[in-house]
């Protein structure tokens, strides 16, 4: 069965500071990647997604994620964060061969913005 | 408005007393699924729907029932809640699985206290 991992589960940043939060998945076939943000007190809402095509991907918010194959990974980067970006950080994983198997998510990074 | 709707948005239970959440989509998906979410292990999926008269078990269905009597309905059963089952609980409508305009939409969640 899929796994996905996410290292960090905590990580605290100081406003305009860099951020990487890493995603590594088990399956090595073709997937669909997906990284989604839960505000305090709020349902999961979609940040960006990968298809096909072009590796990196740009989301909402100046996000951006890169996948890489090889590393069976997608990691989440964003230049300079806001006191805003306080909350928690899912990757998410379908494989695309099977589309009974919904989205397998990983334990989530909880990201805390210190103004 | 794209929306899924859960109820009730809290709930506090005793040990066996069943109960029911409801979810409701208005974007007539065929796949909708249950998640819950506990700290430190993410979403994990209870059951998922193809489409109506179609359910499956996801990771962790011990204790629940679902069904899919109508597209937009997917309500979540506990015949006998304990205290195990306390979480926050998400339903989850997707578009178009396996293509590239996928994406999940979620409820506001429901947080379960079994006491």
Same mark, same amino acid.
């Given at each position: ?92 994983? &379908?494989?695309?061969? &099977?589309?009974? &198997? ?14 | ?115």
């Amino acid at each position: 069965a899929q796994s996905v991992s996410q290292h960090n589960h905590h990580v605290i940043l100081s406003e305009a500071a860099s951020l990487e939060l890493g995603c590594n998945y088990s399956y090595g076939g073709t997937v669909n990647l997906f990284w989604y943000v839960q505000y305090p007190g709020q349902h999961l809402q979609l940040l960006l997604k990968y298809f096909s095509g072009d590796p990196l991907v740009k989301g909402i918010k100046g996000f951006e994620a890169e996948f890489i194959k090889s590393k069976f990974s997608f990691n989440l980067r964003k230049p300079s964060v806001q006191w805003s970006d306080t909350a928690e950080y899912f990757c998410a994983v &379908n494989e695309s061969r &099977n589309a009974g &198997n919904m989205l397998t998510f990983g334990g989530g990074t909880r990201l805390m913005v210190k103004p | 408005e794209a929306q899924v709707t859960q109820n009730p948005r809290y709930l506090i239970t005793v040990t066996g007393k069943k109960l029911t959440v409801t979810c409701s989509q208005n974007m007539n998906h065929e796949y909708m699924s249950w998640y819950r979410q506990d700290p430190g292990l993410g979403l994990r999926q209870i059951y998922y729907s193809m489409n109506v008269e179609v359910t499956d078990k996801g990771d962790v269905p011990e204790g629940y029932k679902v069904s899919r009597k109508e597209k937009r309905n997917f309500p979540l059963i506990l015949e006998s809640p304990s205290p195990n089952q306390t979480s926050l609980y998400f339903c989850a409508s997707i578009s178009q699985w396996g293509h590239k305009n996928t994406e999940a939409f979620f409820g506001q969640g429901t947080r379960l206290t079994v006491v």
